[in-house]
T-cell receptor
Framework: DQQVKQNSPSLSVQEGRISILNCDYT??????FLWYKKYPAEGPTFLIS???IKDKNEDGRFTVFLNKSAKHLSLHIVPSQPGDSAVYFC?????????????WGLGTSLAVNP | GAVVSQHPSWVICKSGTSVKIECRSL??????MFWYRQFPKQSLMLMAT?????????EQGVEKDKFLINHASLTLSTLTVTSAHPEDSSFYIC???????????????FGPGTRLTVL
């Protein structure tokens, strides 16, 4: 049972336009959400995060929006650049015993075309 | 800051041998490290959570006797794949969490990954 869902496996956007990557979750106990960017054969790179008590967090060209009632978050990249082409993973954080662990979506492959 | 290294970056071994992968946090102390594996075109699968000085916590379905994890210091965790078989071929990634257990923020920093191919 996928607790974190990224329903679009791929997205193609023109350079300069906005990229919107979506993520849905089912567990209302998640209290922190993160977006990671990953290139092939590399480890994920942290991009941006948001606490469940907020509805928006912005960092440069990246903005994450959280709609708790809908259990939905989205990552906006504007303007999109060819270097943004990568796989983007949404992850949700939950307490697990004495630790925290991340639950990952399946990723969305973003292609930004020049 | 927050750099995590992994060694080796790729390894090819014969079936039945054991392979050790190291994960180091270079500029911070990591009380908790995580080991993931990723199959082609699939998401990251958490294998185990490693806490310094204590036994690792394995996820359901992960054989702890096959995937030995040691977190001997605050900057080093190792994953040993014992008696490797071709089905163990995968991309193994570690991450380190610089915060305290139970902290409300959870930004994990990832290593570059290790590509294991078992012949």
């Amino acid at each position: 049972d996928q607790q974190v869902k990224q329903n679009s496996p791929s997205l193609s956007v023109q350079e300069g336009r906005i990229s919107i990557l979506n993520c849905d979750y089912t567990n209302s106990m998640f209290d922190y959400f993160l977006w990671y960017k990953k290139y092939p054969a590399e480890g994920p790179t942290f991009l941006i995060s948001i606490s469940s008590i907020k509805d928006k967090n912005e960092d440069g060209r990246f903005t994450v929006f959280l709609n708790k009632s809908a259990k939905h978050l989205s990552l906006h990249i504007v303007p999109s650049q060819p270097g943004d082409s990568a796989v983007y993973f949404c992850a949700a954080s939950e307490v697990a015993g004495n630790n925290r662990k991340l639950i990952w979506g399946l990723g969305t492959s973003l292609a930004v075309n020049p | 800051g927050a750099v995590v290294s992994q060694h080796p970056s790729w390894v090819i071994c014969k079936s039945g041998t054991s392979v050790k992968i190291e994960c180091r946090s270079l500029d911070f102390q990591a009380t908790t490290m995580f080991w993931y594996r990723q199959f082609p075109k699939q998401s990251l699968m958490l294998m185990a959570t490693s806490n310094e000085g204590s036994k690792a916590t394995y996820e359901q379905g992960v054989e702890k006797d096959k995937f030995l994890i040691n977190h001997a210091s605050l900057t080093l965790s190792t994953l040993t794949v014992t008696s490797a078989h071709p089905e163990d071929s995968s991309f193994y990634i570690c991450s380190a969490f610089p915060g305290l257990a139970g902290a409300t923020t959870d930004t994990q920093y990832f290593g570059p990954g290790t590509r294991l191919t078992v012949l």
